[in-house]
């Protein structure tokens, strides 16, 4: 089974704000937790990485034929996505267990959404 595992955003994330020394032991422990999901077989190399704020990017709106560009940022920083791994997992209690084994990306509260592919 395939999956996305999703980080939601928050303010902060959205401000671009990243506190050290928080930020710095943060990569250190993602990286070493990505590095076990690597070496478990759950995600290949490079499977997952951080977004930018919203504020760099683009959506494109459709309407039957037509199209309409609309410039970040973006409300409801819950709503939005801030990094992401795929992973492959026997079912979705194995994607629950290793979530729950990722250190906290962010200072503060946080969400981890995890989500079945086609």
Avoid: H
């Avoid at 990017?57 to 609309?70: L, S, T």
């Avoid at 940022?73 to 209690?93: C, H, Q």
Wanted: with cysteine; hydrophobic share 40%.
């Amino acid at each position: 089974m395939r999956v996305i595992v999703l980080v939601k955003a928050t303010e902060d994330s959205e401000a671009g704000l990243s506190p050290e020394p928080w930020t710095t032991q943060m990569m250190e422990a993602m990286g070493r937790f990505n590095a076990e999901l690597v070496a478990a077989g759950i995600m290949e190399e490079g499977g997952g990485d951080g977004l930018l704020p919203s504020s760099y990017a683009k959506r494109i709106a459709f309407d039957g034929p037509d199209r309409a560009v609309i410039d970040g940022p973006f409300a409801n920083p819950g709503e939005l996505v801030t990094g992401f791994w795929l992973w492959t997992v026997k079912d979705m209690d194995e994607a629950v267990a290793w979530a729950k084994r990722c250190p906290n990306p962010m200072p503060g509260p946080s969400e981890i959404e995890i989500r079945p592919l086609y």
